[in-house]
């Protein structure tokens, strides 16, 4: 959502956070790859992912985007970074490997929802419409949460992403957001239309509860009010320009949409079962630790990259000036 608008169609006003998305990147990927090694049991096990390719499974193609796309954002967002500090223009062949990039970002969404549509069993995975809705609200919930980002670098620092830049974040935040729960509509009316009961149970479940277990109806609903508020909010152009109302509205997204591909994307695949036996899910303390954990390894290397990129933008300025 930077990359395309600075580098394909020239929008320049990017240019100041550009790097900053591309790092936040950096430190979303590490975190994505380090639940698939805990999810893989043993550490060493990630090792055979590669040493042993198995084209037939979804998770070596899942583990080589996301691979993929760390190595390029990392080499990109360095080597861009190197040319601002050193007052010269990145070297040409960043450039291929920018479009390359883009459309790596489009494949780690897409493979990830292919992980679950390729498990018939489970009705509620089984759509062609999932890897549009992980899309969709990546393209909302990235720039939402890069907005709040910026927003703690400029209370801390002296940076200033520019009024212009964050107007048309918002835009983009909303036009996701838009298109996230439109795609979540069709979804509903495509269930409830047909009338399968094995698909239909899966949303009762999560919306409505079901033969009396309703355990993620507070969170499924709570998640639509913060996204609906938020885009009543965003369409008024009074509130959107609003900045203290703009850091309200980008948590409300962020954590709408936590709970909708979090929660209740996880919950709703699992619950019911292929049987339509209805097992509720809490998460254990070990759970709970093992996610805090990478969370705050993403936020270390964000913090790490930050340091250096505002360090180095400061340097720029000041040798301009």
């Known amino acids: ?39 893989l049991g043993q550490p060493m096990r990630i090792l055979n992912v ?9 998770l070596f193609w899942d583990a080589n985007v996301l691979f993929g ?18 007052g010269t223009a990145p070297p040409a062949w960043i450039k291929p490997l920018i479009y ?29 419409i999932l890897a549009p809705r992980f899309l969709v609200s990546a393209f909302a919930s990235g720039p939402a949460l890069l907005f709040l980002v910026c927003k703690v670098i400029q209370k801390v620092t002296k940076f200033d992403p520019g009024d212009e830049t964050i107007q048309t974040l918002a835009k983009i935040v909303t036009y996701g957001l838009i298109a996230n729960d439109f795609f ?11 009338g399968i009961p094995g698909h239909a149970d899966h949303f009762r479940y999560l919306y409505l509860g079901l033969h009396g277990h309703n355990a993620m109806v507070p969170w499924m609903w709570s ?15 009074q509130t959107r320009k609003n900045e203290i109302a703009l850091i309200f509205l980008c948590t409300f997204i962020f954590c709408g949409i936590w709970i909708d591909k979090g929660l209740g994307m996880m919950a709703g695949g699992f619950i019911p079962s292929p049987l339509h036996r209805i097992t509720e899910y809490t998460p254990s ?32 300025e000041s040798g301009l000036q």
């Open 1 to 39: 959502m930077l990359i395309l608008p600075y580098y394909l169609h020239d929008y320049k006003k990017f240019g100041r956070i550009t790097i900053l998305g591309e790092f936040l990147a950096v430190a979303s990927i590490i975190m994505c790859l380090l639940f698939v090694v805990v999810h």
């Open 50 to 58: 590669f040493l042993y390719p198995t084209p037939g499974s979804m």
């Open 69 to 86: 796309y760390l190595v390029l954002n990392i080499i990109i967002g360095w080597k861009v970074l190197e040319a601002e500090y050193n």
């Open 100 to 128: 390359i990039s883009i459309f790596m970002a489009f494949s780690i969404h897409t493979v990830t929802a292919f992980l679950y549509c390729g498990l018939s069993g489970r009705g509620f995975w089984l759509t062609a």
């Open 184 to 194: 979540l509509l069709c979804e509903v009316f495509v269930v409830f239309y047909s």
């Open 223 to 237: 998640s639509v009010f913060l996204m609906l508020t938020a885009i009543v909010l965003l369409l008024i152009p």
């Open 285 to 316: 303390i070990h759970e709970l630790l093992i996610s805090a954990g990478i969370a705050a390894i993403g936020m270390l290397v964000l913090t790490m990259l930050y340091k250096i990129t505002i360090r180095v933008k400061d340097n720029s």
